[in-house]
């Protein structure tokens, strides 16, 4: 086993990986951007070291840094999590020619299985059926026209190295393709550094099938049941259960037979997860996540399999101490992913300060999370801050005790998902089990999730104004790139923000509200209807200019908020009079970004 881990990531998910490090007796080393110095799986973990700056481009993308954190914190071996370089063949290869273990598929694996057209020519060679799409990447918008033509609309264009939706653009008609095809690469580049994209026949009405795989360097490849992913929003899972409740024995031992077969073909090791979509009684070979997956969690409540622990041993070479007649799938269990956005304003990203958290407990309750009362959640990730496992002896008694948990998980500070949850676990449609990926953006009533977050949302406390004597304080110092902490008692000093940091789906430290040189210079915008910032993010695209006409509902530019793009579209017409924001600059919530007149 190994001496001392890096996990290569951040929140949740770098604190479950240090958890089961620890219980292997293997120290852990955490890797923060400036934005996470405070974070929760820095917290956690046996020592630490800054990477980089906010932008993850420059930290936890920037493998040189990662790499050299790893030399200097002499760790034999690197977890990337998921998300990030979890799925970057590059830096795997990398880590595999350093003096570490990459804890993960060989680099040529993930190779054949991480870029999609790869990986749908492996399993057409194995026989697994696939949806009718490109086994190429497309270079041109012209390529998706013909197909088009070939095949009929929707078109999905996904990103090869893309997931959970981000990277995948829907075009319903030729008019689209090209806006779509841009931002299907924009995305691809932004987020998984590769620009490269492909196409499929869109299924329009499908459930979301994936099945659990775990492969080890001795020819054994097991498979741990699947997990239901269908309730979705915008391509993103937002609920995972498992085992499904649509599918029949048989279809499960075909869905299951198929993704150990494909996989199989491949020389694969390490833990992954083969994805179907299923219509009519028939599967189809989606993509293989060469990672682990956000909902993991669940696959382990009705197995008893640490699937983190199986990552590492087989990683060390061990050999899977379990037969596939041995695995049995008992119980429910769902994921309920946490995460800071109001449901009731589209689900628009929300940051603040939690200034309650409460978790859930009981029997059959699990929460993954890397956060505590205090911290402040920034905008600079992904929104998800905390996930709710609950797993009981069938689906009724699941549902039921999820509605109990939801109800008890306590936060304050800023808006979460747990209403849309809490009204989740009571809808006809999800309760029974009839869902398909398009219930939530086309068959659910936003008013019924509208009334869910005025009923359940978070309160509207006034917030305390008054200054407080803080006499214990916490220093965070950083000697040759690693951190320490260091707490310092002073008697009688006037507060200072500290700014937690999140660890879950935020990070950031908190402003102070005094005016800095920088604000004093600054221009203040003119007269005229003023476009604000809806939430904290990057402009992406500028699409108007000074002088230019705007119509209501134009989109007049793109802001990306944890990892999704928001098209900012002008309410009202007029004449763009002053445009006060330029691509790749930061936004707070309500900076103004538009002047119409």
Not at 219 to 234: F, P, T
Not at 382 to 410: H, N, Q, T, Y
Not at 503 to 524: F, H, N, W
């Amino acid at each position: 086993m190994f001496r001392k881990v890096l996990v290569a990531n951040r929140g949740e998910i770098a604190v479950r990986v240090m958890r089961a490090c620890e219980e292997l007796g293997v120290r852990t080393v955490a890797v923060y951007s400036e934005a996470d110095k405070h974070a929760g799986h820095v917290r956690y973990a046996d020592e630490a070291y800054n990477v980089g700056p906010a932008r993850a481009a420059d930290s936890y993308l920037d493998q040189d840094a990662i790499l050299e954190a790893a030399r200097k914190a002499d760790a034999d071996a690197i977890h990337p999590g998921y998300g990030f370089m979890a799925e970057n063949a590059r830096f795997a290869a990398r880590v595999e020619d350093s003096e570490c273990t990459w804890i993960g598929p060989p680099a040529e694996a993930m190779e054949r299985l991480g870029e999609k057209t790869k990986a749908r020519k492996v399993m057409q060679g194995a026989g697994v059926p696939v949806v009718p799409g490109t086994t190429d990447p497309v270079e041109d918008p012209s390529e998706v026209e013909a197909f088009g033509e070939e095949h009929g609309y929707p078109i999905a264009i996904k990103a090869e190295g893309g997931g959970g939706g981000r990277g995948m653009k829907i075009v319903e008609s030729p008019d689209e393709i090209e806006e779509q095809f841009a931002a299907a690469k924009r995305e691809g580049e932004a987020y998984f550094d590769n620009d490269s994209v492909y196409l499929e026949r869109f299924l329009e009405a499908p459930r979301h099938i994936e099945v659990q795989i775990v492969a080890d360097h001795h020819g054994n490849v097991r498979h741990l049941g699947e997990r239901d992913c269908s309730l979705q929003r915008r391509h993103q899972k937002v609920v995972e259960e498992g085992p499904s409740p649509a599918l029949s024995d048989d279809l499960r031992e075909r869905i299951g037979d198929a993704a150990r077969t494909g996989v199989g073909e491949t020389d694969y090791t390490n833990a992954g997860t083969v994805e179907f979509l299923v219509e009519d009684g028939e599967f189809y070979f989606l993509e293989v996540n060469t990672r682990i997956q956000v909902e993991h969690p669940v696959t382990e409540e009705i197995t008893g399999i640490d699937i983190v622990k199986e990552q590492l041993r087989v990683a060390a070479g061990e050999e899977i101490g379990f037969a596939q007649a041995d695995v049995d799938i008992e119980g429910h269990a769902m994921e309920f992913r946490i995460n800071a956005e109001n449901a009731a304003r589209d689900f628009a990203p929300a940051t603040g300060r939690l200034e309650t958290y409460d978790p859930p407990g009981g029997i059959g309750v699990r929460v993954d999370d890397a956060v505590r009362q205090g911290d402040d959640i920034g905008g600079d990730y992904d929104s998800m801050i905390a996930k709710l496992i609950v797993s009981a002896g069938d689906r009724d008694e699941c549902l039921a005790r999820a509605e109990r948990a939801l109800r008890e998980f306590d936060i304050q500070g800023f808006h979460t998902v747990i209403p849309f949850h809490r009204l989740m676990v009571t809808d006809e449609q999800f309760t029974a089990g009839t869902h398909t990926t398009n219930y939530l953006d086309e068959e659910l009533d936003p008013e019924r999730i509208e009334r869910a977050v005025e009923r359940w949302g978070p309160d509207e406390a006034e917030a305390d104004d008054e200054d407080e004597t803080v006499t214990e304080r916490e220093f965070t110092v950083e000697v040759n790139g690693k951190r320490f902490d260091v707490e310092l008692e002073e008697r009688g000093a006037p507060a200072i923000p500290t700014g937690g940091g999140d660890g879950g789906g935020g990070g950031g430290l908190s402003r102070p509200d005094a005016a800095t040189e920088d604000d004093e210079e600054s221009v203040a915008p003119g007269e005229g209807e003023q476009i604000h910032a809806e939430m904290q993010g990057t402009i992406l695209s500028v699409e108007v200019a000074a002088g230019d006409e705007v119509a209501p509902g134009d989109v007049v530019l793109v802001l990306e908020a944890m990892k999704m793009e928001n098209d900012i579209v002008a309410e009202n017409g007029g004449t763009v009079t002053e445009v006060l924001v330029g691509e790749g600059e930061s936004v707070d919530m309500g900076d103004p970004l538009i002047v119409l007149e």
